[in-house]
């Protein structure tokens, strides 16, 4: 039975693939900073779905962390699901430094050493793939946050490159880049999105489908919803300058 390791994995977009993932008959190795949380959350996936999943709590942000995660991706796994991040409220000189550069531990240095661990072995078998959750604000000009959230693609797509044709090309590495999604990462940035329209949110299930299918068309960045398709095509047309000014003005009608 094959194994997928997500972080972040106990709410919101990570809930979501261990759901779908439990569902298809991985097991499951669930990563998130809460063991009792964790503990739930296993319980309740091994009673649905008959898979065994075994819990790592780990808290991201540091190198011991991280650490557990890279040692249990090199004993074997077949997905990597790469989910947990937060945001911080407010504008550049508004967060503390600390903060960011904690955010800066969690989207990129995690994300790189995980997939850096990982990637062997799965090499070796000729099999696997790794789901790096980067953002759409990756492609637009949304200080720290985007630019982590930026930093995820193009590694993602560096990395997809340097393995292209190994394994037979069975190996894969997406960025998957979601909008709105109804999860507790707005609510934990004390963000105020009330004034979202209804277009704009994915449902979780939306999302990890179409996440999946991509990872298996072998697409290196996917960014699901026809709606999200049209900003990002409209963001690399609409000239630098203009788009950062924008940005920043919308993004803050969400703080």
Same mark, same amino acid.
């Given at each position: 039975m094959p194994t997928a390791l997500i972080t972040g994995a106990t709410a $919101?977009? $990570? =809930?979501?693939f261990a759901r779908r993932l439990a569902a298809d008959g991985f097991d499951l190795v669930l990563v &998130? @900073?809460? !063991?009792d949380r964790l503990a739930e959350s296993a319980a309740g996936l091994h009673d649905r779905y008959a898979v065994r =999943?075994?819990?790592? =709590?780990a808290d991201l942000s540091t190198d011991a962390g991280i650490g557990a995660v890279e040692e249990r991706v090199r004993a074997g796994v077949d997905l990597v699901v790469n989910n947990a991040g937060f945001g911080n409220k407010g504008a550049f000189l508004d967060v503390p430094v600390g903060d960011e550069?904690?955010?800066l531990k969690v989207h990129c240095e995690a994300v790189l050493?995980?997939?850096s661990a990982a990637l062997p072995g799965m090499l070796e078998r000729g099999r696997g793939g790794i789901v790096n959750v980067s953002s759409v604000a990756a492609f637009a000009t949304r200080g720290t946050y985007g630019a982590s959230k930026a930093w995820v693609v193009s590694f993602s797509q560096g990395v997809a490159q340097d393995i292209a044709g190994r394994a037979g090309g069975r190996v894969r590495v997406m960025a998957l880049c979601p909008g709105f999604v109804p999860t507790e990462f707005h609510? @934990? &940035?004390?963000?105020? #999105? +009330?004034?979202?329209? +209804?277009?704009?949110? *994915? !449902?979780?299930?939306y999302l990890v489908d179409h =996440? *999946?299918?991509? *990872?298996?068309? $072998?697409?290196?960045? +996917? #960014?699901?919803?026809p709606q999200y398709k049209a900003l990002v095509a409209a963001a690399k047309l609409i000239p630098a300058g203009l788009a950062g000014r924008l940005s920043s003005r919308t993004g803050r009608r969400y703080d």
């Open positions: $919101g977009i $990570g =809930a979501a &998130a @900073r809460d !063991k =999943a075994e819990v790592l =709590a550069t904690t955010m050493r995980i997939t609510q @934990r &940035a004390q963000m105020d #999105v +009330s004034g979202v329209p +209804s277009f704009m949110w *994915l !449902k979780p299930d =996440a *999946l299918r991509d *990872l298996r068309r $072998g697409v290196v960045v +996917s #960014v699901p919803g």
